[in-house]
């Protein structure tokens, strides 16, 4: 009997990992109609205007707008300091000028979440670990509590630990990390670590807002990996406030 020769195994399926990006609009639910109209309008010009002046365009992101908020997917060859650098400090002046001269209820004031990983086109949206997590950075409650704590300042920014070690201890585009606090996200079935930055503002003013409450008499701490996600059945769908009651597929790892 002859010997058959082996056939080549199949080609592993490349999977990417992309750039994610979300921007929500703080109490956007309190105005009326026409302030909701106007704002969604501002929150895409704003965009626009501090990805231009960062050499980023836009066109080529994809987008999924959520009314108060956008999730973005941005392409492979995005530069991730020039994101975390030069695209949040023009989006941080470009909020001054918008808001300059108005009245409290009248600001537009954003959260930032910007996370890396796999991201991939769904029936309903994105499906990855990616969108989960961004997610759960964005509705951190460490997060939250700066923006309404700090009231100079119309943005708070948060990475997740991956782009903190990989992009901004580098200190490319002129980030420094010491502008940045270390914070541990616990939303829902997430858990993992994020770095909070308000430009224009040290860490010291952080340091009361971002701190973990005590823990309650009886409650206990869970320990293990982080940036953790369960297993579920689904696809996720980026939505306003509560992103992900959908799930990722069943595939992906704890």
């Known amino acids: 009997m002859t010997n058959q020769p082996s056939l080549p195994l199949p080609a592993q399926e490349s999977i990417p990992r ?8 703080e109490k956007y639910s309190l105005l009326d ?5 106007t704002v969604q309008s501002d929150l895409v010009r704003l965009l626009e205007e501090a990805a231009e002046r960062s050499g980023l365009d836009r066109t080529t992101w994809e987008r ?10 941005l392409p492979l060859d995005t530069p991730e300091s020039v994101v975390l650098g030069d695209f949040v400090r023009h989006l941080s002046q470009r909020l001054g000028v918008r808001n300059a001269n108005r009245d409290t209820a009248e600001r537009m004031r954003l959260r930032l979440a910007v996370d890396t990983g ?15 997590a961004l ?6 409650a460490q997060l939250k509590r700066v923006l309404e704590g700090i009231d100079s300042t119309d943005l708070a920014l948060i990475v997740s630990d991956r782009l903190y070690q990989d992009v901004v201890r580098l200190r490319g585009q002129g980030l420094d990390p010491r502008t940045f606090d270390k914070v541990h996200v616990k939303q829902k079935e997430f858990t993992g670590y994020g770095w909070i930055h308000v430009p224009e503002h040290g860490p010291e003013e952080l340091a009361e807002l971002v701190a973990d409450p005590e823990p309650k008499p009886g409650e206990g701490t869970r320990t293990g990996p982080t940036h ?25 790892y704890r």
Request: one cysteine or more.
């Open 18 to 25: 992309r750039l994610c990006l979300a921007a929500d609009v």
């Open 33 to 37: 109609t026409l302030g909701q109209e």
């Open 135 to 140: 997610a759960r950075y964005l509705n951190a």
């Open 118 to 132: 796999v991201a991939r086109t769904a029936a309903l949206g994105y499906a990855g670990p990616a969108p989960v």
């Open 228 to 252: 953790v996600v369960e297993r579920n059945e689904g696809v996720v769908h980026y939505g306003s406030g509560d992103a992900t009651t959908g799930t990722i597929n069943k595939n992906y």
């Open 64 to 73: 999924q707008p959520q009314g108060d908020q956008e999730f973005a997917v």
